[in-house]
């Protein structure tokens, strides 16, 4: 199970971070990845990270603005966003993968999060 929570409303050029929790005693084994769906748009890949938290792939709209991260202790994953955009609006959803590279894929996922609202205003 993934409860994912942090979104809010912030204006342009603020910073928030998501988190993503998760329970299971394998979390440590699973590829993580953020997805994220904006009003009237389908759902689009924004971040991913490998099990061990080496490997990562951004978004090029994201890229150097955001960052994932991950701590295997705590089962979570991160979503560091700063600089961010009106354009960023969306409900932001976290993903588990049993294959455990940090994979772009929707399709890659087995479990989702239900998502949390981030909407920047301008």
């Known amino acids: 199970q993934l409860q994912a929570f942090g979104g809010g409303l912030v204006q342009a050029g603020d910073s928030l971070r998501l988190s993503c929790a998760a329970s299971?005693?394998?979390?440590?084994?699973?590829?993580m990845g953020w997805f994220r769906q904006a009003p009237g748009k389908g759902r689009e890949f924004v971040a991913a990270?490998?099990?061990?938290?080496?490997?990562?792939h951004y978004a090029d709209s994201v890229k150097g603005r955001f960052t994932i991260s991950r701590d295997n202790a705590k089962n979570t994953v991160y979503l560091q966003m700063n600089s961010l955009k009106p354009e960023d609006t969306a409900v932001y959803y976290c993903?588990?993968?049993?294959?455990?590279?940090?994979?772009?894929?929707?399709?890659?996922?087995?479990?989702w999060g239900q998502g949390t609202l981030v909407t920047v205003s301008s």
């Open positions: 993903a588990a993968a049993l294959v455990g590279r940090a994979s772009i894929k929707s399709g890659d996922y087995d479990w």
């Open positions: 990270i490998n099990w061990s938290g080496g490997s990562t």
């Open positions: 299971g005693r394998t979390f440590s084994t699973y590829g």
